[in-house]
């Protein structure tokens, strides 16, 4: 597999690196992983459950926005509860969250470079 490279940054993403991580992007602070509308009905339509049961167990309302649920592993530690702790990988994968999908390249991380590489193995700079 080739390295996947985005224009605006400086580093890229070698898929193979998700063999040897532990889910460090699906692990650790609390966090938000926001979904709208269509992705909570690509969930919905995934899991095959109704709307109802995914609102109530998977994902909550925070503020006017909606985010997959964590669940705390350890103090300071949460894991998105659909990140499956035995295998170390996502349970909804081809269902997950734009969020996910464009993981690592968030604007956010054109400046915090070293906070990526720190958290993900697959980072390679450029």
């Given at each position: 597999?080739?390295?996947?490279?985005?224009?605006?940054?400086?580093?890229?993403?070698?898929?193979?690196g998700c063999e040897t991580c532990n889910g460090n992007c699906c692990i650790g602070e609390s966090g938000n992983i926001?979904?709208?509308?269509?992705?909570?009905?690509?969930?919905?339509?995934?899991?095959?459950?109704?709307?109802?049961?995914?609102?109530?167990?998977?994902?909550?309302?925070?503020?006017?926005?909606?985010?997959?649920?964590?669940?705390?592993?350890?103090?300071?530690?949460?894991?998105?509860?659909?990140?499956?702790?035995?295998?170390?990988?996502?349970?909804?994968?081809?269902?997950?969250?734009?969020?996910?999908?464009?993981?690592?390249?968030?604007?956010?991380?054109?400046?915090?470079?070293?906070e990526v590489i720190k958290e993900c193995p697959a980072i390679e700079t450029l």
């Amino acid at each position: 597999m080739s390295l996947i490279k985005k224009d605006g940054y400086d580093f890229a993403f070698n898929p193979k690196g998700c063999e040897t991580c532990n889910g460090n992007c699906c692990i650790g602070e609390s966090g938000n992983i926001w979904v709208n509308k269509e992705e909570i009905e690509r969930l919905k339509n995934h899991l095959n459950i109704s709307l109802e049961e995914l609102s109530k167990s998977y994902i909550e309302k925070r503020g006017y926005k909606y985010s997959i649920r964590e669940v705390k592993l350890a103090e300071d530690n949460y894991a998105c509860i659909f990140f499956d702790l035995e295998k170390k990988q996502c349970g909804i994968y081809e269902a997950r969250p734009t969020q996910c999908r464009t993981f690592p390249f968030w604007e956010y991380f054109k400046k915090n470079k070293e906070e990526v590489i720190k958290e993900c193995p697959a980072i390679e700079t450029l």
